[in-house]
Nanobody, 126 residues
Framework: QVQLVDSGGGSVPAGGSLRLSCAASVRNFKNYAIGWFPQAPGKEREGVSCINRSDGSTYYAVSVKGRFTISRDNTKNTVYLQMNSLKPEDTAVYYC???????????????????WGQGTQVTVSS
């Protein structure tokens, strides 16, 4: 399994920005697909973005497309989620997840990932 550490959450007003980081302790980090899953109170974790291991291609849910950008720096074993134009409905604990076998090409499920970070709280006020 991969050890993942999420960071970068905080409280911002609507329209603000945050950049989340997911740092991994693993060899061959470049061989892992990484996803981001927000979980609001009383709701399931829902994948909003994913970046692939081989070609670095990306996936975004409709709800965040055009506002969020996922990227990776394999030299730092880190994936980032730049979140702009934040809305109150983006409020959630954001978890990153890793898997060596997954290729993200559409909807991503939490069941597809084997390793998880501890989560970082994002709060957007209206």
């Amino acid at each position: 399994q991969v050890q993942l550490v999420d960071s970068g959450g905080g409280s911002v007003p609507a329209g603000g920005s945050l950049r989340l980081s997911c740092a991994a302790s693993v060899r061959n980090f470049k061989n892992y697909a990484i996803g981001w899953f927000p979980q609001a109170p009383g709701k399931e974790r829902e994948g909003v973005s994913c970046i692939n291991r081989s070609d670095g291609s990306t996936y975004y849910a409709v709800s965040v497309k055009g506002r969020f950008t996922i990227s990776r720096d394999n030299t730092k074993n880190t994936v980032y989620l730049q979140m702009n134009s934040l809305k109150p409905e983006d409020t959630a604990v954001y978890y990153c997840a890793a898997d060596p076998d997954l290729y993200c090409s559409g909807y991503v499920s939490s069941a597809d990932f084997g390793s998880w970070g501890q989560g970082t709280q994002v709060t957007v006020s209206s």
